[in-house]
């Protein structure tokens, strides 16, 4: 019997931890141990913890720990593994109906890959909007490393149609890891780094892993914050995402990967502006003033311009507008236009 651990870091989800814990479905799945990490809530979580690990005797186990963030509690979780498979779940998840049954059948039926990887859904209360991440959707796909690798690292000019589909294979949730790949390797906090998820993945996968795509098993990815404004500006935001490109530049010259992982790499970079953008624009913290001034020394990065807009011509035409007033620097007129966006984002992607 394949047995598999499942990491879900805490804090102050009291309102949603139970439901997670029932999609789960340990009663049926005998097979999974889950480990919970509180990582120094305020709330009734701890409490609500414990009453889980009585409840599920011997599948639930629960880590107490002084707040160390998202990262923190991963790795926290990371040291009590025991499973042949790992993966990671965030509290306000779920799974959906069968998943983790499903998942297993199709490890079992590939012959125990290296990674098993599943489409989700972005739930927005009653609506759920399904991400495919390869287009397939009737059976499996088998992928190799490399072909992983380069969707992490970014996407082919001529991919580039959607660009908010560009980080929809970073996530580690809705993954199943084998044991053996995982094993020493531990998050960066998105303090230091610009992507804790991405950088893992790029650091966990390599070229000779065998993977497998399950088409029809669905990680519920539940937004439930869909307030704009949701956070003060960080400092150190441009230098986090800096240093992840530049990790990434430094293990495709370690590996020597070839010259298409570093177009990908420019790629990502090109069209991280936006993102950049817009967690500016999005920020609390700073006057409307501060954060054109801050928006616009970004996009005068030259490494976030080896591509101009016109270099991509299958991208959709609403994002051809947005680089393009990037690539000028209207960033009055940009403000705007992602400001009046913003509650329609859902949407958009």
């Known amino acids: 019997m394949l047995n598999i651990d499942i990491i879900i870091p805490v804090y102050n989800a009291e309102e949603y931890l139970e439901r997670c814990i029932n999609s789960i479905d340990i009663d049926t799945n005998k097979n999974v141990n889950v480990i919970l990490v509180n990582d120094g809530s305020t709330d009734n979580s701890l409490m609500l913890c414990q009453k889980l690990e009585k409840k599920h005797e011997g599948n639930i186990k629960v880590v107490d720990q002084k707040n160390k963030g998202l990262s923190g509690a991963r790795n926290t979780g990371l040291e009590y593994i025991s499973g042949d498979y790992i993966a990671f779940m965030d509290p306000d998840d779920t799974y959906d109906v069968g998943y983790i049954k499903n998942c297993i ?44 690798l380069k969707r992490l690292y970014g996407m082919d000019i001529k991919e580039v149609i959607n660009p908010a589909t560009m980080n929809d294979l970073s996530p580690v949730w809705g993954k199943f890891y084998k044991k053996s790949l995982i094993l020493d390797k531990k998050f960066i906090d998105t303090k ?70 570093f177009t990908r790499l420019d790629v990502r970079k090109y ?39 016109s270099d991509f011509p299958n991208m959709i035409s609403r994002w051809k507008i947005l680089m393009w007033l990037c ?23």
């Open 105 to 148: 059948q199709r490890i079992k039926k590939f012959n125990n890959p290296d990674l098993v990887i599943t489409p989700y859904k972005r739930v927005y209360g009653e609506e759920k909007i399904v991400n495919n991440l390869y287009d397939v959707t009737d059976k499996e796909l088998v992928l190799n490393g490399d072909d992983i």
């Open 192 to 261: 230091e780094i610009g992507s804790e998820d991405l950088l893992f993945n790029v650091n966990v996968v390599n070229t000779d892993i065998r993977a497998v795509y399950i088409p029809d098993c669905y990680y519920l990815y539940t937004k439930t914050n869909n307030n704009s404004l949701t956070a003060n500006y960080n400092e150190n935001l441009i230098n986090s995402w800096g240093k992840l490109f530049s990790l990434m530049e430094i293990q495709a010259k370690r590996e020597k990967y070839n010259t298409e992982y």
């Open 271 to 309: 069209l991280s502006k936006m993102s950049l953008v817009r967690a500016i624009y999005n920020s609390k913290n700073l006057t409307v003033r501060n954060k054109i001034s801050i928006a616009k020394k970004t996009v005068k990065n030259p490494e976030y311009n080896k591509f101009k807009y």
């Open 327 to 349: 690539d000028h620097e209207y960033m009055y007129v940009l403000y705007i236009i992602i400001r009046l966006l913003e509650p329609y984002k859902n949407k958009l992607k």
